[in-house]
């Protein structure tokens, strides 16, 4: 298997986790099969019946900070014996690319320069969408305020349109 980052570049990914079945539906590798720092990873001598023979790959966990794009089984088939060792004429031969896409976190923060009773007070708002669609749905914990200082934490986003409205002493 090959893991990238689905944005411009393909980065290679390392420590995303996956589980592999055999046509029966069996766990031939669970858990451990994690990609190393070239973004790839192998399991040797799959079974193979002389013919190219089914297996599932699923990915069951994203490196960090990165979603999952593809959470169903993908169908590799099998066509000969083969090990993982680098050079060996019995290369891998049941390749599977997958791709993550990177989140982000958003902060919004609103703080009064006077202090308080005299300060001001805001209110923020943040959605998904672009300002065609405002209101959208909110995101993180959106709305906030008015309140002094006014913070809205938005964490694990993906790439997107977000709106943020701030409304300073409405």
Not at 123 to 150: E, R, Y
Request: with cysteine; aromatic share 4%.
């Amino acid at each position: 298997m090959t893991k990238e980052s689905s944005k411009s570049g393909n980065a290679l990914l390392a420590g995303a986790k996956f589980v592999v079945k055999d046509g029966q539906g069996n766990v031939v590798a669970n858990g451990n099969l994690t990609t190393g720092t070239d973004g790839t990873a192998c399991v040797d001598h799959l079974f193979w019946a002389g013919t190219g023979t089914a297996h599932t790959v699923t990915e069951t966990e994203a490196p960090s900070g990165y979603a999952i794009d593809e959470p169903n089984p993908v169908t590799v088939s099998v066509n000969r014996n083969a090990d993982c060792s680098s050079g060996s004429p019995n290369a891998p031969n049941a390749l599977a690319a997958f791709t993550d896409t990177p989140k982000t976190d958003l902060t919004i923060t609103a703080k009064s320069e006077a202090p308080a009773p005299g300060g001001s007070k805001s209110s923020i708002q943040c959605t998904t969408g672009d300002t065609s669609t405002f209101p959208g749905t909110n995101v993180g914990n959106s709305p906030v305020g008015p309140t002094d200082p006014a913070n809205v934490t938005a964490n694990g986003l993906s790439p997107g349109t977000y709106t943020c409205k701030v409304v300073i002493d409405p």
